[in-house]
């Protein structure tokens, strides 16, 4: 989808922003705000109907997945204790230990949240979510200052540790971190908004327990400062909700500056609207930097709703007039919330297909993707390795044990001669063979079991060649006999070349055995990864399509 597209779409599915600055509200056209307020308190709760059915896909998916890892663990029977590949092998099987080990603990981790999210299963709630010092505080009580001016019940908590806690006022607002734990506000009968301390936050423990609980959310508000908005770094954290398929209104906050007037001869600093030029120039930077990077991240930018630029000061600065309301860009957060509380509610009624998905693909699947997949890799590029070199090792063993039982032969024959003993002969040959084969096998197969019982036998020489003797002249004196050395020992060498490329070809097929067989399982553990990647991404377009859910 083009970025124009993707304008026209966003452009369709907001109210337009053409207001008249001093249009005041009637009661023949209510503003967005009372409408906004009107349809939550008219918004159908209760669960999809399919709900049930997509919970069983996901349970059966993890069951087959915590049946299948253990069963496809890297066996190392032809490796040697300790060698460079066991090693990998264990670190390989050691993670799909520990990955399996971590779902249970990593599910109740999510129990606050779910219980938060169980306990306002009644209600709409929005994550007010951003980095901090972007006015979080302060929107959720100017908000709430609005619904308790139309009559509704306000009440106001605090989580510890995953209780609701009531509170009296407000939240504190400020310059600095003020928000040191999740807190947030029951607005009427059905809509709760949850302000969280920044994601970019001062201490790791509040953006820690943000990500806890964007699963009790419905939706988001991403709040962004005019003084810089739609940070990069933010919209990393973004991404990891509309991942979610969560609807996203982004706010372009304190959109308002400071202008200088005389008053009695004296300077004084006012603080002002940003004209609508500006504001829509700064929303419409925020949405172009906003689609390109989810584009990056490979995120459905078409989940971006278009962006909105506020200042909460100036509104109550204005004394939430009618007129101020508007000037101050409220009109068209009002607008912004109506076109998020449909898809929020959607959101709301699948919310527990979602929250035990994101377990799934975040924790379960997330985990074996992002840990035991690239060790995998690693484990399968250095098999490639080993198997390449073999040939190289073939030769250096051949070669290895050929200089070193060469050289031993004629000292041998020399040996038998006298008792022209051919079997004693052979059966010594075998063993000077046999040792210099195991020095070589060690030395160049270092990492791998070997079986001796796989190698050639004994050498033996047939039934026709034996010692010979070979007769000498001597001039005229009594001819001798001597044994014909020349010929056994180029007989003996041809037996030795013979029985060492033999036996070098069956202990290197023990060693392509071993790195086909850990190959093959290496592949079967990726296959059983992929396979049950796909089968959750069909179960979570299930989720989101038309094909399993239908509204109730």
């Given at each position: 989808?083009?970025?124009?597209?993707?304008?026209?779409?966003?452009?369709?599915?907001?109210?337009?922003?053409?207001?008249?600055?001093?249009?005041?509200?009637?009661?023949?056209?209510?503003?967005?705000?009372?409408r906004?307020m009107?349809?939550?308190?008219?918004?159908a709760?209760?669960?999809?109907?399919?709900?049930?059915?997509?919970?069983?896909?996901?349970?059966?998916?993890?069951?087959?997945?915590?049946?299948?890892?253990?069963?496809?663990?890297?066996?190392?029977?032809?490796?040697?204790?300790?060698?460079?590949?066991?090693?990998?092998?264990?670190?390989?099987?050691?993670?799909?230990?520990?990955?399996?080990?971590?779902?249970?603990?990593?599910?109740?981790?999510?129990?606050?949240?779910?219980?938060?999210?169980?306990?306002?299963d009644?209600?709409?709630?929005?994550?007010?979510?951003?980095?901090?010092n972007?006015?979080?505080?302060?929107?959720?009580?100017?908000?709430?200052?609005?619904?308790?001016?139309?009559?509704?019940?306000?009440?106001?908590?605090?989580?510890?540790?995953?209780?609701?806690?009531?509170?009296?006022?407000?939240?504190?607002?400020g310059?600095?971190?003020?928000?040191?734990?999740?807190?947030?506000?029951?607005?009427?009968?059905?809509?709760?908004?949850?302000?969280?301390?920044?994601?970019?936050?001062?201490?790791?423990?509040?953006?820690?327990?943000?990500?806890?609980?964007?699963?009790s959310?419905?939706?988001?508000?991403?709040?962004?400062?005019?003084a810089?908005?739609?940070?990069?770094?933010?919209?990393?954290?973004?991404a990891?909700?509309?991942?979610?398929?969560?609807?996203?209104?982004?706010?372009?906050?304190?959109?308002?500056?400071?202008?200088?007037?005389?008053?009695?001869?004296a300077?004084?600093?006012?603080?002002?609207?940003?004209?609508?030029?500006?504001?829509?120039?700064?929303?419409?930077?925020?949405?172009?930097?906003?689609?390109?990077?989810?584009?990056?991240?490979?995120?459905?930018?078409?989940?971006?709703?278009?962006?909105?630029?506020?200042?909460?000061?100036?509104?109550?600065?204005?004394?939430?007039?009618?007129?101020?309301?508007?000037?101050?860009?409220?009109?068209?957060?009002?607008?912004?919330l109506?076109?998020?509380?449909?898809?929020?509610?959607?959101?709301?009624?699948?919310?527990?297909?979602?929250?035990?998905?994101?377990?799934?693909?975040?924790?379960v699947?997330?985990?074996?993707?992002?840990?035991?997949?690239?060790?995998?890799?690693?484990?399968?590029?250095?098999?490639?390795?080993?198997?390449?070199?073999?040939?190289?090792?073939?030769?250096?063993?051949?070669?290895?044990?050929?200089?070193?039982?060469?050289?031993?032969?004629?000292?041998?024959?020399?040996?038998?001669?006298?008792?022209?003993?051919?079997?004693?002969?052979?059966?010594?040959?075998?063993?000077?063979?046999?040792?210099?084969?195991?020095?070589?096998?060690?030395?160049?197969?270092?990492?791998?079991?070997?079986?001796?019982?796989?190698?050639?036998?004994?050498?033996?020489?047939?039934?026709?060649l034996?010692?010979?003797d070979?007769?000498?002249?001597?001039d005229?004196?009594?001819?001798?006999?001597?044994?014909d050395?020349?010929?056994?020992?180029?007989t003996?060498?041809?037996?030795?070349?013979?029985?060492?490329?033999?036996?070098?070809?069956?202990?290197?097929?023990?060693?392509?055995?071993?790195?086909?067989?850990?190959?093959?399982?290496?592949?079967?553990?990726?296959?059983?990864?992929?396979?049950?990647e796909?089968a959750?991404?069909?179960?979570?377009?299930?989720?989101?399509?038309?094909?399993?859910?239908?509204?109730?």
């Amino acid at each position: 989808m083009t970025t124009d597209a993707v304008h026209k779409r966003h452009v369709h599915q907001q109210p337009s922003r053409e207001l008249p600055p001093h249009a005041l509200p009637s009661h023949e056209m209510p503003s967005h705000e009372l409408r906004f307020m009107a349809e939550i308190d008219a918004a159908a709760f209760g669960e999809e109907e399919g709900l049930k059915i997509v919970l069983v896909r996901l349970e059966e998916w993890l069951a087959s997945l915590s049946a299948a890892l253990p069963a496809a663990v890297l066996g190392s029977a032809g490796l040697r204790e300790g060698s460079a590949l066991a090693r990998q092998a264990e670190g390989v099987n050691a993670a799909l230990r520990a990955c399996m080990s971590a779902w249970p603990r990593q599910w109740e981790a999510l129990q606050p949240a779910r219980a938060l999210a169980h306990s306002l299963d009644d209600k709409a709630v929005l994550l007010v979510f951003g980095k901090f010092n972007a006015g979080k505080s302060a929107l959720c009580n100017f908000i709430a200052d609005r619904f308790a001016e139309q009559g509704r019940a306000i009440a106001y908590f605090h989580l510890d540790r995953g209780r609701m806690v009531k509170i009296p006022k407000g939240f504190a607002e400020g310059a600095t971190e003020t928000t040191a734990r999740l807190q947030g506000v029951i607005l009427g009968d059905r809509l709760v908004l949850l302000d969280t301390p920044g994601l970019h936050s001062a201490t790791p423990e509040n953006a820690a327990l943000t990500r806890s609980f964007t699963d009790s959310a419905d939706g988001v508000l991403w709040l962004t400062s005019s003084a810089a908005p739609g940070q990069v770094q933010e919209l990393d954290e973004l991404a990891r909700e509309l991942r979610r398929a969560k609807p996203l209104l982004p706010l372009v906050t304190r959109s308002d500056f400071y202008e200088e007037d005389e008053i009695d001869g004296a300077l004084v600093k006012r603080l002002r609207n940003k004209s609508a030029a500006t504001r829509a120039q700064q929303e419409a930077d925020v949405a172009a930097r906003a689609q390109h990077k989810l584009a990056a991240m490979g995120v459905d930018v078409a989940q971006l709703m278009a962006p909105v630029s506020i200042s909460t000061h100036m509104a109550r600065a204005q004394g939430a007039t009618p007129a101020g309301i508007v000037e101050a860009g409220m009109e068209h957060l009002y607008a912004g919330l109506r076109t998020l509380l449909e898809p929020a509610l959607a959101y709301r009624r699948r919310k527990p297909a979602e929250v035990l998905l994101h377990h799934l693909e975040e924790n379960v699947l997330g985990g074996l993707l992002d840990q035991v997949l690239p060790m995998l890799a690693e484990f399968t590029a250095a098999l490639e390795t080993a198997r390449e070199q073999l040939e190289e090792q073939h030769e250096q063993i051949a070669d290895d044990v050929w200089r070193t039982t060469v050289p031993l032969l004629a000292g041998m024959i020399e040996d038998h001669a006298a008792g022209r003993d051919m079997n004693a002969l052979c059966h010594c040959l075998s063993q000077v063979l046999r040792r210099a084969f195991e020095v070589a096998a060690d030395e160049h197969l270092s990492g791998y079991r070997l079986d001796p019982a796989g190698r050639c036998p004994a050498i033996a020489l047939g039934e026709n060649l034996d010692f010979e003797d070979l007769v000498i002249d001597l001039d005229g004196d009594r001819p001798s006999v001597a044994v014909d050395y020349a010929r056994l020992h180029a007989t003996l060498e041809q037996q030795i070349r013979d029985w060492v490329l033999r036996s070098a070809d069956a202990t290197l097929e023990q060693c392509h055995s071993c790195i086909r067989q850990l190959t093959e399982s290496a592949a079967r553990i990726e296959a059983i990864l992929r396979s049950r990647e796909k089968a959750l991404l069909d179960i979570r377009v299930a989720i989101l399509g038309d094909c399993v859910f239908r509204a109730s």
